[in-house]
């Protein structure tokens, strides 16, 4: 007898409503005699979302010490750097519990965090490093070991990333364009890469998040990657400079992209605000060669960012609203697009994180969304809350269905903005 059955369940790509069973948390065939039915009429169900880049870190600490008045991404870093003078482990830990459960109740079973690494003590590391420990069985969290002001041009930059690896971190990362010179930049990219290599950890590099088309550094990547085997290892994050580069270049790094098997994450609710700020017009929209990429089999993810923090002062930690803007200012609305984009938000961090027990099906872990909504596109359009989220087959997160009314004529019907 299974433990339970969700009847009537619509997946991705399948055009007839499915059963799905658990037993001891995992998928299996339904039987006629479940211990428990759960109806979904008709509802869309996924695999967790996955959060491929965000910075817990510094979350919910907008307008403080003071608010980013130009709205800039180096504004933001140099206010954050403000605010990491102040950071305690209690701090950091208050309030990324609270975003890790925001998160979980918006279906994400599974995050990739920056963490600034220039801090002397590494409080926000060590917070994180605790953190993961208690969120294991729930969320479980890669860490990345970010130097927000650089490795080589921050004191002590390489000790500290060093001494990070040996407090926990899971992936080595790096912002090379924020280094002080083009030489500095193309060093911390190695550094990074001989870090990950000898201790057999993944890379996820800020890579090229600038306006400025000389900003190059994910050729760098990709060949560091090449030289080195490390291919499906590697993650260059943002790389908005793409979006300027020429038509010929860009072609041709697309190609080596693919060559060397990076993983490529976008994060269109910051960048989307961070960038074009020096632009007159037309205004940039701070997006990387999302379709091109694509077209060139580069796997491609979305990431959020930031929760109300320095650099973006919004948001609540669901990767669906990144999703929804990506449609947007990626120009992906058409009918594939749409179902591809719910892909950039669970299978394709999956792939990106290396995530190995993975996604719906017969033997795999009982993890999984549920939408309040029957399809790809309507997940997208309503962002409604998530019905149900479900880990090991338990119920870990829940929404009651909101119902909206009007009084029409002096006659109350309900709304709920579904065509009929």
Known sequence: MSDLLLRGARLPGVPELVDLAVQDGRFVEPDGSPAQVLDLAGRLVTPPLVEPHIHLDAVLTVGQPRPNVSGSLFEGIAVWAERVATLSVDDVLA????????????????????????????????????????????????????????????????????????????????????????EDGVASVQFAFAL?????????????????????????????????????????????????????????????????????????????VLQGRFDT????????????????GVNVAVGHDSVMDPWYPLGSGDPMQAAFVLAHIGHLSGDEELRRLVSMVTTAPAAALGLADYGIRLGGPADLVVHDATSEAEALR??????AVLRDGKVVARTEPAQSRVVWHGDEEAVDFRPR
């Not at 993650?235 to 072609?251: I, K, L, V, W």
């Not at 309503?382 to 019905?387: E, H, S």
Request: proline residues 3%; contains cysteine.
């Open 95 to 182: 309030r990324t519990r609270q975003v890790l459960r925001w998160q979980l109740a918006h279906g994400v079973q599974h995050v990739r965090t920056h963490v600034d690494v220039c801090d002397p003590e590494l409080r926000a590391l060590r917070a994180l490093v605790e953190l993961r420990e208690e969120a294991r069985g729930l969320v479980d969290l890669q860490i990345v070991a970010f130097p927000q002001q650089g490795v080589l041009g921050f004191a002590g930059g390489e000790a500290l990333m060093r001494k990070a690896v040996a407090l926990g971190a899971d992936v080595v990362g790096g912002i090379p364009h924020y280094e002080l010179t083009r």
């Open 196 to 272: 990950a290599e000898e201790h057999g950890l993944r890379v996820d590099i800020h890579c090229d998040e600038t306006d400025d088309d000389h900003a190059r550094f994910v050729e760098v990547m990709a060949a560091e990657t090449i030289k080195r085997g490390m291919s499906g290892r590697v993650t260059a994050s943002h790389t908005t400079a793409m979006g300027s580069y020429g038509a010929a270049y860009a072609y041709r790094l697309i190609r080596n992209i693919a060559r060397a098997g990076l993983h490529m994450t976008v994060n269109p609710l910051d960048n989307a």
């Open 281 to 296: 017009g037309p205004v940039r929209r701070g997006l990387t060669r999302v379709k091109e990429l694509q077209a060139a």
């Open 382 to 387: 309503l962002q409604p809350r998530r019905f």
